[in-house]
Structures are given as C-alpha cells and as structure tokens.
C-alpha cells in the first residue's frame, strides 16, 4: 500500500500542465522505509509544482526570414570530444549543480557550446540563483525545455519538503537536431508566440535557456511573484499614464472587482499594452503569470531596452522577489 507522501506525489507528477505536457513518473524515487528517520537523497517534482515549458508551436505557416535561409544549410555537427569537455567545465565551475546529458550521442556541439555560455552568463549575472541541475535529456514530442522545482523530501515523519533548487532539462531530441531547433525557434518568434531573440546567429537556444532560467528565479522567489504580476502591470500603466483622482479611482475599483484580464478587455489603451506580450503569455485570454514572467525575463535578459515595457515591468518583479527571498535567506 503506498504511504500518504507517495501517494500525494503521484497525485502531484499526474497532473497535466495546460496540455503541453504530461508529467512523467521518472523522477519518482522509492518511498523511504519506515524505519528510516533521516532525510534521504530522495530528490522529487513538488507535488503541483508549476512547469515551465516552452514548446514547439505545432504551426505550418511559413516564413520568408532571411536569416533562416541562411541557418538551413547548417550540417549536423557532432563532437563527441568536445561535448564532453563542455560538461566537464561546467561541473568544475559549478560544482553545486548536476550537469549531465551533454556527452549522449549525436548532441550537436554548437547547441551544448551555446547552452554553456549563457549558463555562465546566466549564473555570473545572478550568483544566487538556485540550479540544482541542468542536463540535456529525453522529452515529450515537441517540448523544447523545462523547469522543475525539485524537493528533498524528509523522513523525520513531519512528511516535510525542503526546496533544493531548480532543474533545467534541455530536450535531448532538439539537442541533437539544429535544424529542428532553429526552425521551431524561427516560428515561435515569427508568429510572435514567443519574444524576438536579439542573436539568432550566434546563440539559437539563448532564448529557450533564459526563458526557463526565468522560472528559475520565479521558483527562488518562491513563486511569490506570479501573484503580483497582474497588479504590477496595471500599477504601472496607470502612473504612467497620469491617471490621477477620480479616473484612478475607478480604475482602481474596477480592477479590484473584476481583475487585470477583465480591464484589459474593456479598456483598450491597457489591452492594447499589455498584449505586447508574448502570446505564450497569455492562456485563453489570460495573463499566465507563470509563462508570462519568463517570457518577460528572456525578454529583456536578450534585448535588454528593445524588449517591450511591459516586459521590463515584470522582469523587475521577477528578480525584486528573487532578491528579496535570497536577502532572507542572507546570501546578499
Ligand atoms: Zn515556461
């Protein structure tokens, strides 16, 4: 008979995140023995714990993009060698982290040097982040990546789970496959599903990486801001927009009552706005606070000014929270 954690766990892993993805099972471990009284290495998905997934837009429109073009003649290039120097340096340089997956087979080498650069950017610029691990491994069909609050579950019987940190997954297939990857991305930006990318060219997944290392500081942040992301967007555009006495009154009264996607609907200038959004930000109509915030955080983290104002809007909550979580716990 499965115990109560295990069972809350499988409960947690079934559930599907917005259709994209089904949860695997595959990081489930064996529930501890009961005579067991200390913590176990027993690293799981928090039961529920929000995916950051950034897919595949299953779309046929085409595209006359001239970098494209260029990027199509790109052959499969494999070096094994190299790969797993690429590993290797990053597990010396960030030995609190897991790195793994990069010397499987057929890994294209300008995809694994891509993924190391803008993880030494990634943690040089926020030292403090949480990456339990990042690896390059098996996905679901057409997911490109995701993020994973991952928790040490404790067996001092108070059935506690202490957050240790975020897992990054690289899908292997797209790994593997740059044509694949370059074409998914080129369709995600040009139907505007996802934020424009500052350097195709040079650094093809730095869109997909600093996506998901923007679920990673939501994840350090814990969670915090995806609650606050809605009114950070509504604060701002009102302040900016000198709205003052009793127009801000009513704006306020009727987003208290009815909600940022509600105003957003009646109230064009705000829609209008706020829709400069990515799409993947948006689920039915929306604001998916989840998707939005690392939307944003890529955003702005690959385009720095050029990214829209509302994504600097919640790219600032995004790391304020982060920070403030990390001023907690004394790391700054
Ligand atoms: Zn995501």
Redesign the pocket.
């Known amino acids: 008979m499965p115990d109560p954690v295990s069972q809350a766990l499988v409960q947690g892993i079934g559930r599907i995140s917005k259709g994209l993805v089904e949860f695997a099972g595959k990081y489930r471990t064996a529930s501890p023995g009961k005579n067991m009284r200390h913590a176990v290495e027993d690293i799981v998905r928090r039961d529920g714990a929000n995916t950051?997934?950034?897919s595949e837009h299953a779309s046929e429109k085409s595209s006359n993009f001239g970098w494209f073009k260029e990027i199509k003649e790109y052959d499969h290039y494999n070096d094994p060698g190299t790969n797993w120097e690429i590993q290797k340096r990053l597990q010396e340089k960030f030995p609190s982290s897991r790195i793994e997956g990069f010397s499987a087979p057929g890994i294209d080498t300008r995809t694994a040097k891509e993924i190391e650069s803008n993880l030494i950017e990634f943690r040089g610029k926020y030292p403090h982040s949480d990456v339990h691990s990042l690896h390059i491994d098996d996905h679901d069909e057409g997911v490109l990546a995701t993020t994973d609050q991952m928790v040490r579950r404790m067996t001092d019987g108070a059935g506690r789970r202490i957050p240790v940190g975020s897992r990054v997954t690289f899908s292997k297939q797209f790994a593997q496959n740059r044509p694949r990857l370059l074409e998914t991305i080129r369709k995600c930006v040009d139907e505007k599903f996802h934020p424009h990318l500052s350097d195709v060219q040079n650094n093809a997944t730095g869109s997909i990486l600093w996506?998901e290392f923007g679920?990673v500081l939501s994840n350090d942040g814990k969670l915090t801001a995806l609650a606050k992301a809605d009114r950070a967007l509504f604060d701002h555009f009102v302040q900016t927009r000198g709205h003052t006495g009793s127009s801000l009154e009513t704006l306020e009264q009727y987003f208290q009552s009815q909600g940022g996607d509600e105003l957003a609907r009646t109230w064009k200038p705000f829609g209008e706005w706020r829709s400069q959004l990515s799409r993947y930000s948006f689920w039915n109509g929306r604001l998916d606070p989840d998707?939005a915030l690392?939307e944003a955080f890529s955003n702005v983290e690959m385009s720095g000014a050029r990214a829209t104002e509302p994504a600097q809007v919640l790219h600032k909550l995004l790391v304020d929270e982060a920070e403030a979580q990390w001023r907690k716990m004394g790391k700054i």
């Open positions: 950051g997934v950034f996506h679920h998707e690392a």
